[in-house]
């Protein structure tokens, strides 16, 4: 299975490419959506948070996302904690979903592709680039969130140098729509061809 790990910084334009992909029929298994799958009432990760963090719950049950943040913001012992909690469960779930995967390759979006281990698991990065002013203005005109958190989350995010340092393939988002989905179409032959060399 050949994969290609797609990242980006916040509000850089990551769902829109990979909406675009899933058009053209490319499995996208979503580092986001699993993170929070494994900490769904019921799941093993959730018992173990409440056994360390306390009962950082809402009323229905479901992780009280918000409260725990707070708890491990401050706490670097706590943030690791819950990392050696959830991150191998994580982990499992998007080796699960890629090796179910049966489109010609797969897209593991992630904004912490980089960060930790998850970067193992593929065969190219592509990066999705925007300047920084592009990324605040459209966070905030999409999530109606004070400029100043979306600089905070950025601040605590991998640079853009580094970033663009570790990519196979970078993807500028700064125009329209269209030609983020033109460059993608580019990309997405490669990727068919290096997914068939990588099998035969
Ligand atoms: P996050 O890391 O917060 O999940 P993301 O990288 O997935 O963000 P998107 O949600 O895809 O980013 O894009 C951020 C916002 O910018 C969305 O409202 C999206 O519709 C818009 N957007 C993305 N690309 C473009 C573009 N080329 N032109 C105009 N708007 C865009």
């Known amino acids: 299975m050949f994969v290609v790990g797609l990242t980006g910084g916040i ?10 992909l899933a058009r053209r029929g490319v499995t996208i298994v979503d580092a986001d959506l699993a993170s929070r799958a494994v ?4 799941e093993p990760a959730l018992d173990a948070i409440v056994d360390r963090f306390g009962a950082v719950l809402q009323d229905d049950g479901s992780l009280d996302r918000r409260a725990l943040r707070d708890i491990v913001f401050s706490d670097e012992q706590a943030r690791r904690d819950l990392e ?8 499992r779930e998007l080796y699960r979903q ?21 970067k193992e ?7 999705i680039d925007v300047p920084p ?9 999409r999530d109606t969130v004070p400029e100043t958190q979306v600089q905070a ?6 640079d853009r140098e580094r970033r663009l340092a570790a990519a196979h393939d970078v993807v500028e ?17 490669t990727y068919l061809e290096l997914a068939q060399r990588h099998g035969g």
């Open 98 to 118: 890629i090796h179910t995967s049966d489109s010609p390759y797969t897209v593991l979006v992630s904004p912490l592709l980089l960060e930790g281990s998850q």
């Open 133 to 141: 002013e592009l990324q605040v203005a459209r966070t905030v005109a």
């Open 173 to 189: 988002n700064h125009g329209p729509l269209r030609h983020l989905h033109e460059r993608l179409d580019a990309l997405h032959e």
């Open 153 to 158: 989350i950025m601040r605590a995010q991998m």
């Open 39 to 42: 900490v769904a009432p019921g």
């Open 121 to 127: 698991m593929v065969h190219r990065i592509l990066v």
């Open 11 to 20: 509000g850089s334009g990551k769902t829109a490419a990979t909406d675009h």
């Open 84 to 91: 050696a909690i959830t991150h191998p469960t994580i982990g």
